[in-house]
């Protein structure tokens, strides 16, 4: 092993050391019962209100009651809405829906969530994706899976955090993800597995007359033409939440090691570390149900390899849902290594939940210049919540985030996390 490699994979590992270190306080706290999971109670929503009731009771609508299967009722939720499409090339038409049901006893299974949010800029960019999280009954198995075809132009600002704002370049290209994860449980709330992950990305090019993507990011691999990523990885996951479109109390914690070999087709042989470590607190206890918590998030993405395809290097607003980085612009920060935090405060405004508000902060740090952990780069934000569907827990989002240089409105489905 040559002086650099040793010295990439001693810096790697002492990072990652100290998120594992972080694990005991976010799993603390956790009762392990005997039987799973007991914090899947079912909500009492006699008391909510959502838009489905104003808009029952504004039309007089009185529809017939349909006979269901008990516990395999399907909420869906609906939101269209036009706004800016993540890392930029102009606004965007964005629609979200949400289709969610129980496949098994709510007391032990998990709701599980099907969302497929297309956009389209009115011109050459569009997105096509569709996120799954399907849990079998009593939570024996959980299978996630993540397919996706866009077109981009997109900004990008090179390696690392030394560029300004205004000198990006933008980029071209098509891209299709197939991502398909297949996990077990073994012990209460901790589950383990294996997936399959395709990245192809086509038509890479710069629009730039007078630069490459190579020339502007110096980087060697994945930069023009076509770019095939295709791997396997193992998965390690803790989840005591009984609804990840609206958690509430409990912690989450996956860790996910991506072997791209050249034999299942990639360019190039890499891997990559991605570790998700999430924890939520209630601020009043004695109501479980009503929206007043803490919630931390944080993750560590690290490629573990010199070869490792530009656009598939760590970058802030790639996360596996695209969540992260509120108040940044999509790519803005990109390097082999990106290390995120955030927190949010999450409240009901109304006592039958249909208003609430957030206000969130967040910052991360990638490698690639200057030196990592040293270099921070924060924003922060508001957000109104309207309860859309008070059988799934849905809110529709409206934040606000700023950061420096930046601004924006999202619209989303659900929680950021």
């Known amino acids: 092993m040559n002086k650099e490699r040793r010295s990439k994979l001693i810096y790697m590992t002492k990072y990652l050391f100290i998120l ?44 017939k009651k349909i006979r269901t299967e008990k516990g395999k009722r399907v909420y869906f939720s609906v939101l269209p809405v036009g706004g800016s499409a993540p890392g930029g090339s102009g606004n965007a038409l964005v629609t979200s829906t949400t289709a969610a049901m129980y496949l098994g006893d709510r007391r032990t299974t998990n709701i599980s969530s099907a969302t497929f949010a297309p956009y389209w800029n009115f011109k050459s960019r569009f997105g096509l994706p569709l996120r799954s999280s399907i849990w079998l009954p009593d939570n024996t198995w959980v299978i996630q899976g993540d ?29 299709i993800r197939f991502y ?3 996990l077990k449980r073994i012990k209460p709330y901790l589950f383990a597995g294996i997936g399959y992950h395709l990245d192809y990305r086509s038509s890479i090019g710069s629009d730039s007359q007078e630069t490459t993507l190579q020339e502007f990011t110096k980087y060697n691999y994945g930069v023009s033409g076509n770019s095939v990523s295709s791997g396997i990885s193992l998965n390690l996951l803790y989840d005591t939440r009984n609804n ?5 109390p409990g912690a989450y914690a996956n860790l996910e090691f991506r072997e791209n070999p050249g034999f299942l087709g990639s360019d190039n042989t890499w891997s990559s570390v991605f570790l998700d470590v999430r924890k939520y607190f209630s601020m009043n206890p004695a109501k479980p149900n009503q929206q007043n918590q803490l919630a931390f998030w944080s993750y560590f993405w690290s490629s573990l390899s010199n070869k490792t395809p530009y656009l598939d290097l760590p970058s802030v607003g790639w996360d596996p849902y695209n969540r992260s980085g509120r108040g940044i612009d999509q790519n ?9 935090f955030e927190t949010e405060y999450r409240r009901d405004i109304t006592e039958n939940g249909l208003l609430g508000f957030v206000v969130f902060a967040n910052t991360n740090t990638v490698s690639g210049s200057g030196s990592f952990f040293t270099s921070w780069h924060p924003a922060a934000g508001t957000g109104l919540r309207v309860k859309f569907n008070k059988g799934s827990n849905t809110n529709i989002g409206i934040d606000y985030g700023v950061s420096k240089g930046y601004s924006r409105v999202i619209f989303s489905l659900g929680e950021a996390f």
Do not use: E
């Open 20 to 63: 594992l270190c972080l694990f005991p306080f976010f799993l603390s706290a956790q009762n392990t019962p005997t039987m799973m999971p007991q914090n899947n109670v079912v909500k009492d929503t006699t008391r909510q209100t959502d838009l489905i009731d104003i808009y029952k009771g504004l039309f007089h609508v009185n529809p």
């Open 244 to 248: 990840s479109i609206n958690p509430l």
């Open 332 to 340: 803005r920060y990109r390097g082999k290594s990106l290390f995120y």
């Open 147 to 175: 397919i996706r075809f866009l077109r981009y132009p997109q900004y990008t600002w090179g390696l690392g955090s030394n560029r300004n704002n205004d000198d990006n370049i933008l980029v071209n290209y098509n891209y």
């Open 180 to 182: 398909q994860k297949a």
